[in-house]
Nanobody, 121 residues
Framework: QVQLVESGGGLVQAGGSLRLSCAAS???????MGWFRQAPGKEREFVAAMSWSGGSSSFADSVKGRFTISKDNAKKTVYLQMSRLKSEDTAVYYC???????????????WGQGTQVTVSS
């Protein structure tokens, strides 16, 4: 089992920044950590992913150049730094774990509970 706990969400003005954290624990190891988001009435969508081992990362086109993903292996924590936030970034953000580098929800078998990000315009 893998337990994932997100934190760092909140209310921010458009153009502002937030950093989300996802702390992983448990006996099962998954090499890839992903961030997804789900806005009201919309499907959950891929935001970014990173591998623990090689440092490879991937981003959705909608966040490229504004979001970065990083990790602290010692703390087993992955971060999503979000900058130049827009109202359309408003969503519940989830972190997830996978054994493969995936950009679809189907590829992830462990999920956190989510953290709300609200961007006011």
């Amino acid at each position: 089992q893998v337990q994932l706990v997100e934190s760092g969400g909140g209310l921010v003005q458009a153009g502002g920044s937030l950093r989300l954290s996802c702390a992983a624990s448990g006996r099962t190891f998954r090499n890839v950590m992903g961030w997804f988001r789900q806005a009201p009435g919309k499907e959950r969508e891929f935001v970014a992913a990173m591998s623990w081992s090689g440092g490879s990362s991937s981003f959705a086109d909608s966040v490229k150049g504004r979001f970065t993903i990083s990790k602290d292996n010692a703390k087993k924590t992955v971060y999503l730094q979000m900058s130049r936030l827009k109202s359309e970034d408003t969503a519940v953000y989830y972190c997830a774990a996978s054994n493969r580098f995936e950009i679809t929800t189907r590829g992830y078998d462990y999920w956190g509970q989510g953290t709300q990000v609200t961007v006011s315009s």
